[in-house]
């Protein structure tokens, strides 16, 4: 799994490179098939957010790109809130198909035939 780090306000360090691989690995044990995630460190200077920085991630697997965002006083709990809405995400679809794939497994695949209505003729 690639990862991208990009800074916008932000200078993005070892630590913070390091930091984010640990916590993101977590993710390829639910979703195998991931290929990049993509995340991005945003600080901006507004008085009104003082000192809050966001962080913007997309995992992109082969056939779906999951997102997420989050923001907190600093990097290493916006990247745990981040993980988890990703984490979820990722159950919550497997979920989907699992129940849709069970659904249809359950189905019977020809019409059922009873013994005593097959060969009656009263």
């Not at 306000?9 to 977590?26: C, D, H, M, N």
């Not at 962080?55 to 965002?69: F, G, K, S």
């Not at 290493?76 to 919550?92: N, P, S």
């Amino acid at each position: 799994m690639d990862l991208v780090l990009k800074g916008r306000g932000v200078r993005v360090t070892e630590q913070i490179r390091r930091t984010a691989s640990l916590k993101l690995a977590k993710l390829e044990r639910f979703e195998s098939h991931a290929l990049r995630v993509e995340v991005e460190l945003i600080a901006e200077a507004n008085p009104r957010q003082d000192g809050l920085k966001r962080i913007e991630a997309a995992l992109e697997t082969p056939r779906h790109t999951y997102r997420a965002r989050a923001q907190a006083r600093d990097v290493d709990g916006a990247m745990d809130q981040v993980v988890e809405r990703l984490e979820r995400q990722i159950r919550d679809r497997r979920g989907r198909k699992r129940d849709r794939f069970l659904a249809g497994a359950n189905r019977l695949k020809s019409p059922r035939t009873s013994p005593e209505g097959a060969g009656s003729t009263d």
